[in-house]
């Protein structure tokens, strides 16, 4: 069961496989049509009506996929459930489509086309659903895309959610812990701070609305996505944007001090792995110049890869050139009392472990590039709050680790404002700052911005 922002980017990810078949459907039923000979006559296409045709489909097709809200296919969806949900939206739209080449005058369209394609459709659209399904049920078998959730409650509904989420695995959903509301105190909350979340599910009673109140509030503040079985009404913080969900068959009220913009995220998500894969293209003459340099000057590893904590508090492993010497890890504690840097986090200006092609690398952020990768795997983006150690995480207050609820990124508000001039206390002010403002324009300006600091070489 798909929880939050990715039930939503679940169901356009579907919509656009759909198109996707759908066009390949319209393709091979031209082909079979034109090698399809029946009563002597061969098949004259004019070309003009086809690609109006084709166009008229997509249009069609994409109003009435996006209409279903149901259009997830769960693992739990029966083989006949998906038939019947494909071959509604394909009927509808083939009796529209004939009733438009019927009333419009001219419009001359090879019925039989039209069947073929309608069954082609059919087919595919099946045939894609139960892979999609497949490949859903495979990952979530492989502990992969699961979220991560943690419940606190009383009663009957805090057990029967419990059990649904422990028997339902292939729902894409796993239960990290679960605690009693009576005895959930301030130590189990701070525990959960540092735990990789997705979702914390309140399912109490209307007597724990105090409780309730005072740990939705926090959990809201530090980021992380809350939901409310209903049972009252709460007194909670103006700012946390409130959405109402039906999941296991109860209802829920979700809360969440960032904008929910399935849609927006969705994209956003979409042009960063195109743009990933183009740049790693363009980039790769430089990847292997880069790669013999570190071999003849600093020998191996030529990439250092490093844990850090990314979006919700997944744990990744980023990549980079390495531009210190062997060991620079160990000499970090040596260190400490020269960071310049205020808060959990660690950083000198003029830092021994890093080498003269490491500065060099560093100057023009060259050695971030490998992060490409990164983005590529979705576990970052191009703009976000750059992703922290978990060493950093576990010493940040609630509000702090709202920054890990947007998918870290190459560049931020932060870098592009002063970077290691601001200190810590601002430096998370300015993440708050682009959550709140985030939009694929404003990360646009960020980009537009970076260029000539990283052209400048601001980079250390």
């Not at 570190?294 to 531009?323: A, D, S, W």
Request: aromatic residues 14%; charged residues 25%.
């Amino acid at each position: 069961m798909l929880l939050g922002n990715k039930r939503e980017q679940t169901r356009i990810s579907l919509v656009l496989l759909d198109l996707l078949m759908t066009i390949f459907a319209f393709a091979t039923s031209l082909f079979i049509r034109m090698i399809l000979v029946i009563d002597n006559n061969s098949f004259r296409m004019n070309f003009e009506y086809y690609i109006l045709l084709f166009f008229l489909i997509l249009l069609t097709w994409t109003i009435l996929l996006s209409s279903k809200r149901d259009v997830q296919i769960l693992p739990n969806k029966s083989f006949k459930e998906i038939v019947y949900d494909v071959t509604t939206v394909v009927f509808i739209g083939t009796i529209f489509i004939l009733s438009i080449t019927f009333l419009v005058k001219g419009f001359i369209i090879s019925r039989l086309f039209v069947i073929i394609f309608s069954l082609t459709n059919i087919l595919f659209l099946v045939l894609e659903r139960k892979m999609y399904q497949y490949y859903k049920i495979t990952k979530y078998n492989k502990n992969e895309g699961l979220s991560d959730i943690v419940i606190i409650g009383r009663n009957q509904a805090f057990k029967q959610i419990s059990q649904l989420i422990k028997s339902h695995r292939d729902w894409g959903v796993n239960l990290v812990a679960e605690y009693e509301i009576d005895t959930f105190n301030d130590d189990k909350a701070r525990k959960i701070k540092s735990m990789p979340i997705d979702i914390i599910i309140f399912a109490g009673s209307k007597k724990d609305n105090e409780i309730i109140e005072k740990y939705l509030n926090l959990f809201t503040e530090s980021g992380i996505k809350t939901m409310v079985n209903i049972d009252g009404m709460f007194n909670l913080n103006k700012n946390n944007f409130i959405s109402t969900q039906s999941i296991f068959g109860f209802d829920f009220l979700e809360f969440s001090s960032n904008k929910n913009e399935p849609l927006l995220m969705y994209l956003k998500y979409f042009f960063d792995k195109v743009s990933a894969v183009i740049l790693m293209i363009l980039f790769s003459p430089g990847y292997i110049l880069v790669s013999i340099l570190i071999l003849l000057f600093m020998g191996r590893p030529i990439f250092f890869l490093q844990e850090r904590v990314g979006l919700n508090g997944k744990i990744f492993k980023m990549y980079k050139f390495r531009t210190m010497v062997k060991g620079a890890e160990e000499m970090t504690e040596k260190l400490t009392e020269k960071n310049e840097m205020t808060g959990p986090v660690f950083k000198i200006m003029v830092d021994p472990r890093i080498t003269a092609l490491g500065r060099l690398l560093r100057k023009y952020s060259i050695d971030e590039t490998p992060q490409f990768f990164n983005i590529l795997k979705g576990e970052m983006s191009f703009v976000g709050p750059r992703p922290p150690l978990l060493k950093e995480v576990k010493d940040y207050e609630f509000w702090h680790r709202r920054r890990l609820s947007m998918r870290p990124g190459l560049t931020c508000l932060w870098q592009i404002s002063g970077r290691n001039e601001i200190d810590f206390t601002d430096w998370m002010y300015k993440d708050m700052e682009y959550i709140d403002k985030w939009s694929l324009v404003y990360d646009l300006a960020i980009l537009l911005r970076t260029i000539p600091i990283v052209l400048k070489g601001k980079g250390i």
